[in-house]
T-cell receptor
């Protein structure tokens, strides 16, 4: 079965620091890749997604992610974090099969705490 | 306003009772999902439905049941057979580009 690993469970950064959150998945076929964010007290929102094409994708609020197929990775980055980026971040992977697309498999999440 | 509406937002259940969580969407999406979110475990798939009158078990379907009689609605019943039902439940639907949109969630607590 598909698995998604987020190795950083809790990250604490100061404002203006750079951010990189790791995401690795196990499925060897074609995938759709996503990062979702959950701000405190709010529902999950899509941050960015990759389906095909340029492996470096840009999302909202200055976030970007790079798909490296050989490493089965889709790491999330932001050059300079803000206090408002404090949230929980989830990586998700969707398998693309001949029979269609299955539901997304989510990682366990990374809690980001940005200190002013 | 288009979106996914889950109700109730907070629900308390006595042990041995079944409860049903509502999920309605007006996005005209065919596929709908139920996930369970527990601290440190991310989101785990309970059930999903690709189309009306069809649904499939996810990774943790035991103790849950669903129905999909209408495109807009995908209710989840948490039965007394679910051993650890206290959790945050998220309903979602998927657009034709395979992007999933979530409702605001329902907190279920067993007392």
């Amino acid at each position: 079965a598909q698995s998604v690993s987020q190795h950083n469970h809790h990250v604490i950064l100061s404002e203006a620091a750079s951010l990189e959150l790791g995401c690795n998945y196990s499925y060897g076929g074609t995938v759709n890749l996503f990062w979702y964010v959950q701000y405190p007290g709010q529902h999950l929102q899509l941050l960015l997604k990759y389906f095909s094409g340029d492996p470096l994708v840009k999302g909202i609020k200055g976030f970007e992610a790079e798909f490296i197929k050989s490493k089965f990775s889709f790491n999330l980055r932001k050059p300079s974090v803000q206090w408002s980026d404090t949230a929980e971040y989830f990586c998700a992977v969707g398998e693309v099969m001949d029979t269609g697309r299955r539901a997304l498999t989510f990682g366990s999440g990374t809690r980001l705490q940005v200190q002013p | 306003d288009g979106g996914i509406t889950q109700s109730p937002k907070y629900l308390f259940r006595k042990e041995g009772q079944n409860v049903t969580l509502s999920c309605e969407q007006n996005l005209n999406h065919d596929a709908m999902y139920w996930y369970r979110q527990d601290p440190g475990q991310g989101l785990r798939l309970i059930y999903y439905s690709q189309i009306v009158n069809d649904f499939q078990k996810g990774d943790i379907a035991e103790g849950y049941s669903v129905s999909r009689e209408k495109k807009e609605s995908f209710p989840l019943t948490v039965t007394s057979a679910q051993k650890n039902p206290t959790a945050f439940y998220l309903c979602a639907s998927r657009d034709i580009e395979n992007t999933i949109y979530f409702g605001e969630g329902s907190w279920l607590t067993v007392v």
